[in-house]
């Protein structure tokens, strides 16, 4: 299985700063159809998780535009340009690339 | 608005058996590959099993193979998990997912489905 590796585990940021979380995978996403199927969760406290980002960079319906991903082959990146308090949660990066799809061990967003 | 209700959750021995449904509304459940994911207590998530459209594929995680088993009613708009032989390490919250249409993942969660096993 493909493991996905999440830094920082926890991230404090200050309101209306930025965030960032990196996600490593353990071998190229790159499907055979050519695309990269790396996605980026948000799991608020006491909600299911939610899409963010998927295919790398694709903003999911109704995601507000302060989130942005990137990054290829191996390493990917999500960026938070402002945190605002409705961020506070935990965010997991996802392949699903092949079966079975696995999860990052989560980045877990405060205020300070 | 797409919806994913799951039911059937609870508390079961070790041993024992349960079945989890997940009944789809707002969308065309028979476009769309389904999938369960777990999140066990202080754990990380896992996809357990998938379906595809009509049923014909599906696929276990080796954790639960042999044991669960995911089908689906596309006239009843529904998903089920059949999971056996139940460990306590099957506790967890179980999340019907479904898959996106037009590439290869998934978007829609539900609120999910507590799972415990113990004795």
């Known amino acids: 299985d493909i493991v996905l590796t999440q830094a920082p585990l926890s991230s404090p940021v200050t309101l209306g700063q930025p965030a960032s979380i990196s996600c490593r995978s353990s071998?190229?996403?790159?499907?055979?159809?050519?695309?990269?199927?790396l996605n980026w969760l948000q799991q608020r406290p006491g909600q299911p998780p939610r899409l963010l980002i998927y295919?790398?960079?694709n903003r999911f319906s109704g995601v507000p535009d302060r989130f942005s991903g990137s990054g290829a082959g191996t390493d990917f990146t999500l960026k938070i340009s402002r945190v605002e308090a409705e961020d506070v949660g935990v965010y997991y990066c996802?392949?699903?690339?092949?079966?079975?799809?696995?999860f990052g061990q989560g980045t877990k967003l405060e205020i300070k | 608005e797409v919806q994913l209700v799951e039911s059937g959750g609870g508390l079961v021995q070790p041993g024992g058996s349960l079945r989890l449904s997940c009944v789809a509304s707002?969308?065309?459940?028979?476009?769309?590959?389904i999938h369960w994911v777990r999140h066990r207590p202080g754990k990380g998530l896992l996809q357990v099993s998938e379906?595809?459209?009509?049923?014909?594929?599906?696929n276990h995680a080796d954790s639960v193979k042999g044991r669960f088993t995911i089908s689906r009613d596309n006239a009843k708009n529904t998903v089920f998990l059949q999971m056996n032989s139940l460990r306590a390490e099957d506790t967890a919250v179980y999340y019907c997912?479904?898959?996106?249409?037009?590439?290869?993942?998934?978007?829609?969660w539900g609120q999910g489905a507590l799972v415990t096993v113990s004795s």
């Open positions: 997912v479904r898959g996106s249409h037009g590439w290869n993942g998934v978007d829609y």
């Open positions: 707002g969308f065309d459940l028979s476009s769309h590959w």
């Open positions: 379906i595809n459209s009509d049923g014909r594929i599906t």
């Open positions: 071998q190229s996403l790159v499907h055979s159809d050519g695309n990269t199927y």
């Open positions: 295919k790398i960079s």
């Open positions: 996802l392949h699903s690339t092949q079966f079975p799809h696995t």
